[in-house]
């Protein structure tokens, strides 16, 4: 591993990244490159094609490129993403990457195949303001915002370990990892638009996942293409949902609600309720019904996931006979809802566990430790 105190060829400039540029500024950068250096136009599309199909990280990769011409676009551009600091493979084959930014900043990705589906579930941010009861991201506190290459090269990193071991090629993407992705719409915007017009991903395979920002909301609504929501919603009563996520109090429920109204008439799209299931909290059966009339309403579809246990408080997972009597009052309403399989449980599956991990391991000694984080630092913010 590389000494932090290092030089990081990753700091030395501060071109622009090619994976943090929407594909049509990115042809347009590279025309004005390439026209500098009386170079014929169709090495644009050729750097395209590297970066979009072929996943180069570095410019030495482009083979049908002059030297001179990989060593000019080098020094005008940056391409390499972070350092892929652990990869943890479960018996179930959900394999996850921790990644070390070039500021020491940790954070994860998961791919998750599940039939002829490989789900990657990305990061939008270093740790979460948000503080949910619930979650060990939360718990953590906030680092930094990511960047877009930074959301982007999750996701070239991730697909071409896949390609390399087999798992085939990405069919999905999730914004359920670190972070709020609609607190970090700078970054999020762009690598929406990159994923889906750069690589070539179906806005409807790739899903935004929120714990209420409604502006982000509205904002993904405004969009022409279809990305798909999941809202992280966790309990139907607004006073209990407060407990769980402080958020509620800025964006209440009765808003959140007329903001999904607004987001599903704009036609097209998918809604997709996450619903954490923590025993003796919010599984009783008086909240299933609510559940499911707002549901029904905005014809959305529920996730029901059974609690992970972090290690800052005691709750506990809701009982699978509990978990199932919760969905078939669902289903008896007419609404469509699924249990999701707990899955990687053996390399820590949860929210922002992985991280945690490496975190205690580097204070342990076993590496350096890039900054102090302020335990608990969410609570305040
Ligand atoms: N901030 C966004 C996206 C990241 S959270 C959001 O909250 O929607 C990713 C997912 O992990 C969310 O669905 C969240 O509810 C879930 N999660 C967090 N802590 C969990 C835990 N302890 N057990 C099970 N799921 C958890
Ligand atoms: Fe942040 Fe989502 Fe975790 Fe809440 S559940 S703290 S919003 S990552």
Known sequence: MTPATAPNPLRKTDAPHLLALPPEELEHRLGEHMTTRGQPRYR????????????AEDFQEMTNLPQEEREALARSFRLA???A????????????????????????????????????????????AMGCTFCATGWGGFARQLTPDEIVAQYRGSLRWALEHDYGAITNVVFMGMGEPLANRKAVHPALTILNSGFGLGARRITVSTVGVVPGILELAARPEQFGLALSLHSPDEELRAELIPLEKRFPLSDLLNALRKFRDAGGRRITFEYIMIRGINDGEELARPLGEMARELEAFVNLIPFNPIPYQDWQPSTPKRVEAFRATLEAMGVSAAVREPRGRDIDAACGQLRANALVQLEDGSGSRPRARAGGGARSQ
């Not at 644009?44 to 996943?55: A, D, G, K, N, P």
């Not at 600091?85 to 394999?95: E, K, L, Q, V, Y």
């Not at 070390?100 to 941010?125: F, K, N, Y």
């Open 44 to 55: 644009v599309q050729q750097v395209r094609e590297w970066i979009y199909e072929h996943l």
């Open 81 to 83: 993403g972070p350092e």
């Open 85 to 128: 600091h652990t990869i943890s493979r479960s018996s179930d084959g959900t394999a996850k990457h921790l990644w070390r930014m070039a500021d020491g900043e940790l954070i994860e990705s998961v791919l998750i195949p599940s039939g002829d589906r490989l789900t990657l579930c990305l990061s939008s941010q270093a740790g979460c």
